[in-house]
């Protein structure tokens, strides 16, 4: 297993067939955020992007509940990433769990969220950071900061509202409202709902036919996605111009032809 998957603090990894489980597993804390859990995340994610035994990444929560967000105790003790004055606040946030959205937007792979039960303030936003989510009837969503006096600190809006949209996103902040499974399917929080039993063999599955395509496109893929959010007209266009011209020439894409003529499955190598 290569290096920057041991020795990680208050996270578990998996690795097989091209997919990288992390799972966050702080349970006594309903896997609630803390600083260990954000130096591991980030250390992870920027080793994931250089393997190339790694071409999806699931991410999802130990035990019953996906994330509690942050630490109720260390805000009322005013303790941890949560100590000092409002400008040293304000440099925590910088400097500790923002550090979590950027590491996942530099991030150029898929990243599936597997929601097996409660995504709460921080552990929504995480959810909606993800590319894709799946979930159950028991997964639960609530973008609750709006309930202890809070804003949603950790860049969660710009994620959030690219994934259901203006109004939906301001009702789920400015309400801190609970959903469940169904109402986050019906928003687009979730891509897939399926029953508690299936959830990580229908993730794993979705997971493995992404992980089949050819990974150089998939990424560049995304990316195009991405720019779409912040990119005008010609700048998207000349930015595809360019991707397209990189996977034209890949063996991947002359493979994918090839299996296509010869009416069989592609055997992408990432070259």
């Known amino acids: 297993m290569s290096h920057y998957l041991e020795n990680t603090k208050h996270l578990s990894l998996e690795l097989e067939n091209f997919i990288l489980t992390i799972t966050l597993d702080n349970p006594k804390m309903r896997n609630a955020i803390t600083t260990d859990m954000i130096d591991s995340i980030e250390a992870v994610l920027k080793g994931a992007d250089r393997d190339e ?11 019953n509940s996906f994330c509690a967000g942050g630490d109720l105790n260390a805000m009322e003790n005013k303790s941890g990433m949560f100590a000092g004055n409002s ?10 769990i923002q550090r979590i959205p950027r ?3 530099a991030f150029q ?16 936003d995480l959810a909606s950071m993800c590319d894709l989510r799946v979930g159950t009837t028991n997964s639960k969503f609530g973008e609750t900061f ?10 969660g809006p710009y994620f959030l509202t690219r994934v259901v949209g203006y109004a939906k996103a301001m009702e789920l902040y400015l309400t801190g409202d609970l959903i469940n499974g169904d109402e986050a399917l019906r928003i ?16 794993k599955e979705l997971a493995l036919k992404i992980a089949q395509n050819a990974p150089i496109a998939i990424q560049m893929t995304k ?4 720019s779409v959010r912040l990119a005008d007209l010609n700048s998207h266009l000349d930015l595809m111009a360019t991707y397209q011209g990189i996977a034209q020439r890949t063996d991947d894409h002359f493979e994918g032809i ?10 992408f190598e990432g070259k």
């Open 188 to 203: 687009g929080l979730l891509n897939h709902l399926v029953n508690d039993d299936e959830l990580e063999s229908k993730t």
């Open 223 to 226: 990316q195009s996605l991405k």
């Open 53 to 63: 035994k790694v071409r999806v990444v699931v991410l999802t929560g130990a035990g």
């Open 146 to 155: 709006s309930k202890l006096g809070l804003v949603p600190g950790d860049g």
């Open 87 to 96: 400008a040293e606040l304000r440099e925590n946030y910088s400097t500790g």
């Open 258 to 267: 090839k299996a296509f003529k010869e009416k069989r499955s592609p055997k």
């Open 103 to 105: 590491a996942i937007e």
């Open 109 to 124: 792979k898929p990243i599936i969220g597997m929601i097996n039960g409660a995504a709460i303030g921080a552990g929504c």
